[in-house]
């Protein structure tokens, strides 16, 4: 689903629904994170390529659902209204503090 699907998707949602949107990707990216971290700590200089290949796999995932979470919050925005937007904008910035997705962040905590 491109992002121009997903914002479509995202406004027929109920509110409800549409507020329980970006903790469902967060779980999801913290599920990524552990696997690519037992994989590494599996195959700790690269050597395997299946596990190469799905630790980038799993990179490129996370990218698409961090770009999930900006068009949800947007929208969020427009549908909950800005206080609501704002709270979860909160959220997502102490998530990706404490979860960070970005491969050479990533990198960093295994040197």
């Given at each position: 689903?491109?992002?121009?699907?997903?914002?479509?998707?995202?406004r027929q949602l109920p509110k409800d629904t549409l507020l329980t949107e970006i903790p469902e990707v967060?779980?999801?990216i913290k599920?990524?994170?552990?696997?690519?971290?037992?994989?590494?700590e599996?195959?700790?200089?690269?050597?395997?390529?299946?596990?190469?290949?799905?630790?980038?796999?799993?990179?490129?995932?996370?990218?698409?659902?961090e770009a999930r979470i900006d068009v949800t919050l947007r929208i969020v925005r427009e549908r909950v209204g800005e206080a609501a937007?704002?709270?979860m904008a909160s959220n997502v910035i102490a998530f990706r503090k404490e979860y960070p997705t970005k491969q050479e962040e990533?990198?960093?905590?295994?040197l």
């Open positions: 689903m491109d992002l121009a699907q997903l914002e479509q998707a995202l967060q779980n999801s599920h990524l994170l552990q696997s690519n971290k037992e994989m590494r599996y195959d700790p200089e690269g050597k395997d390529p299946d596990l190469t290949q799905a630790i980038e796999e799993n990179q490129q995932l996370m990218e698409r659902h937007g704002r709270e990533e990198e960093g905590v295994f």
